[in-house]
């Protein structure tokens, strides 16, 4: 089982990481040429409105009930599988379509409700039309995330991997095609704050529908029928996901307080949303390539071993998951925290992004890689529930850490100002952490990790200072060609020390072994 775990890790990480650079691609233009105006905070809160309902409905509280149903039902007979999909991708539409109705009439109120800061500006109005026009995306990437359950489900983690690249693809086409040309806009450039912003909204939709397509494809070649013939009807199915996803719901929600928090502390200063949100993007190059490959491939197997009652199996996955996501997390986080500022700087300091909006940014980072690991081992430990339909001990325990973020956040915010946000977000995180280990301890064996797991942890924390202070040094080194030209140059000798020195270090300390890596290659060729 190892073995085709690792594989799906690679598989769904690998993608994930082409994804991720994309975006960074994506983040640099619109560094470029929306900086941390009105018009970038503008389209990331209206960004933010669909992907909060986003991982309420699909990745979050939908999918992890739906995959472990559809898991069992796939290993019995397909059809009957597939039919249980169909009906859920009916109410899904029904649902997601009356939920973007109220979304788009109700839009004033609900940018109140994330970014107060911006009323009486013009941030608030853009936002406003952005977040109408983005909305949409919700239903496309909502139908596209249970499609893509069923995929994953079925072993098939391709597809539904590289989806996310295209919504990338499409936004830096966008950019790049207004760039080039200007006049061919369906609006007069000069009648808006910054034309860049309003064609980012309509192209979210518009990737949204991208993905779908991907992935429905995908699982018609695969022999999935998805495409309900009928209304939604009310099978007991249905009730029993419905019973299973509603405290994942709740406790879905209870994440997108935390991120409202963190928006509304951030919204009353200036450009403190567009710092958060580019920091953002730093650290979900580790979160996504690692805690998502992590997320998507473990709970279908757990669901498939929770089944046959193979303990054994459950164990060994658990492990190698944990040793995988630390392996990767640990140092990714040590990186971030040591040199932030030439890696902002470089990827993002150009056109209306200025040295100040540097440092802010940088502070961000550096707050959030303290929570990385946290991030990522939320993932590894929720499918230990949420495999055994246990939906509800992960909402007490989001409840628990929505408190200790509104204490941090709000409480610190007129001490230290707006990086009180992200600190908020960092120790909510170790919290959940924390919580979901104890809670996971009923479940026996199957929760603790092997003496392998075991011992390679403090092997990978000992790589990892020692890579940080190689990263350190060479920084101290590099500095006067950060300054100069060769800043693109200095940042990529930089990584490149830092990928050597790790490796080299986890070898010496015995944090992996060469054939394990040899291994791990030639399972994704």
């Known amino acids: 089982m190892a073995p085709r775990l690792i594989k799906g890790f690679l598989t ?9 650079l994309l975006g960074f691609a994506r983040d640099i233009l619109i560094a470029r040429f929306l900086g941390t105006g009105p018009a970038a905070e503008a389209f990331f809160i209206a960004f933010s409105l669909p992907n909060m309902f986003r991982r309420f409905f699909a990745e979050g509280a939908f999918n992890m009930a739906f995959v472990p149903l559809y898991a069992r039902k796939l290993e019995v007979d397909q059809s009957e599988a597939d039919a249980f999909a169909r009906d859920a991708v009916a109410a899904m539409v029904v649902i997601l ?7 788009i009439i109700a839009m004033p109120a609900l940018v109140l409700l994330i970014a107060q800061g911006f ?27 249970l499609v893509s359950g069923v995929l994953n489900s079925a072993g098939r983690f391709l597809a539904a991997a590289a ?40 192209t979210v939709p518009f990737g949204g529908l991208l993905q779908l397509g991907l992935v429905w494809w995908a699982a018609a070649r695969a022999g999935h029928r998805l495409l309900p013939r009928r209304m939604p009807r009310i099978t007991p199915d249905l009730r029993r996901l419905a019973v299973i996803a509603a405290p994942a719901a709740l406790a879905g929600g209870v994440v997108q307080v935390n991120l409202i928090v963190g928006r509304r502390i951030a919204s009353e200063v200036e450009g403190a949303v567009a710092w958060l949100s580019y920091a953002d993007r730093l650290y979900q190059l580790p979160l996504g390539v690692v805690g998502i490959a992590i997320g998507i491939v473990l709970l279908p197997s757990l669901a498939r071993q929770v089944r046959a009652g193979d303990r054994e199996g459950q164990r060994d996955a658990y492990s190698r998951a944990f040793e995988f996501s630390w392996l990767l997390t640990l140092p990714s986080a040590v990186a971030l925290l040591v040199v932030p500022w030439p890696l902002v700087s470089v990827l993002f300091e150009r056109g209306a992004f200025d040295v100040d909006d540097t440092a802010a940014t940088s502070i961000a980072l550096m707050i959030y890689a303290l929570g990385l690991p946290a991030f990522v081992l939320q993932k590894v430990l929720q499918p230990l529930f949420f495999a055994r339909e246990d939906t509800r001990r992960p909402l007490n325990y989001a409840l628990v ?8 956040a709000i409480g610190l915010s007129r001490v230290i100002g707006w990086p009180a946000a992200a600190l908020g977000t960092t120790v909510a995180a170790w919290a959940m952490v924390v919580l979901l280990w104890r809670g996971a301890r009923g479940m026996g064996d199957v929760a603790q ?12 924390l000992v790589a ?23 800043r693109g140059l200095a940042l990529a000798i930089l990584v490149g020390l830092g990928m050597l020195s790790y490796f080299v270090f986890a070898l010496a300390t015995g944090a992996t072994r060469m054939v394990e890596l040899r291994g791990m290659v030639r399972r994704q060729r």
């Open 12 to 20: 769904v990480g690998s993608w994930t990481l082409l994804s991720r």
């Open 97 to 103: 379509t009356a939920l973007s109705a109220v979304a």
């Open 119 to 145: 009323a009486g500006d013009v941030r608030f109005d853009l936002t406003v039309i952005y977040g109408r026009i983005a909305f949409p995306y919700i239903l496309f990437i909502s139908l596209a995330a």
């Open 163 to 202: 989806a996310p690249a295209l919504l990338n693809i499409t936004f830096i086409g966008a950019l790049a095609f207004t760039w080039a040309f200007p006049g061919l806009l369906p609006f007069d450039m000069t009648e808006v704050v910054n034309p860049y912003g309003r064609v980012l909204a309509w």
């Open 401 to 408: 850490s929505m408190v200790v973020n509104a204490v941090i």
């Open 449 to 460: 990790l092997d003496m392998r797991a075991r011992t390679r942890i403090w092997r990978t």
């Open 464 to 486: 990892s200072i020692l890579m940080g202070a190689v990263l350190w040094a060479a920084n101290l080194i590099l500095g006067p060609m950060f300054g100069g030209g060769w």
